[in-house]
């Protein structure tokens, strides 16, 4: 696009607290997909084209939203599933908090995975909520998180997706026995990528 250009950018966030709420309470995700929606309501009216969420828990609550959204979205496990397939991976380990789904979006590209024990997943869940979103990276956080992709290695796993926008915060390539998929980053560069197409 040239120099210092960049397709135009608007943010629509509404408070973590109010998913968090119908999540917690066990209400199901059509609340959150409700939530969705107010955001892609704002964002229409703000002129955007096309919708993304950073976040991959909540696109649980997808079913309830794109069949009434004002716009079209990219999907983040669609993208990640995309990104895979380049990239030449076949069994993917999952991380990410204890909510995350993405084995349907993954079939689609015939690529494998495997997710962690429902222990290590609420370890992460932990890391996550109770210190990565409040900017704490401990070393045993990122010593169990290793722990964990050693096991996804060890399951026959040749790529590990960062599922949870936070995670990133805590562990790269340079500390992973396995490359690692950054689902943020996947999901904005093909935001970029369909935004100049």
Not at 89 to 105: C, D, H, M, N, S
Request: aromatic share 6%; with cysteine.
């Amino acid at each position: 696009m040239g120099k210092h250009a960049h397709p135009e950018v608007t943010m629509h966030t509404i408070s973590l607290a109010e998913y968090m709420k119908p999540i917690d309470a066990g209400a199901g995700w059509e609340p959150v997909g409700g939530l969705m929606l107010r955001s892609a309501q704002t964002l229409k009216l703000a002129g955007a084209d096309f919708l993304i969420c950073p976040d991959n828990t909540i696109h649980q609550a997808m079913p309830f939203v794109l069949l009434r959204s004002p716009l079209p979205w990219l999907h983040i496990a669609e993208e990640v599933g995309k990104e895979a397939k380049r990239r030449g991976f076949r069994k993917l380990g999952i991380t990410g908090t204890k909510f995350l789904v993405y084995p349907e979006k993954l079939e689609l590209f015939g690529i494998g995975y495997v997710r962690p024990t429902s222990a290590q997943q609420e370890r992460i869940n932990t890391i996550i909520f109770d210190e990565l979103v409040l900017g704490r990276q401990t070393a045993e956080a990122l010593a169990d998180l290793q722990r964990v992709i050693q096991d996804l290695k060890d399951q026959g796993c040749d790529a590990v997706v960062l599922g949870c926008t936070e995670l990133p915060l805590l562990i790269s390539d340079r500390e992973s026995v396995l490359p690692t998929l950054d689902s943020t980053r996947t999901l904005a560069r093909a935001a970029l990528r369909h935004a100049i197409s």
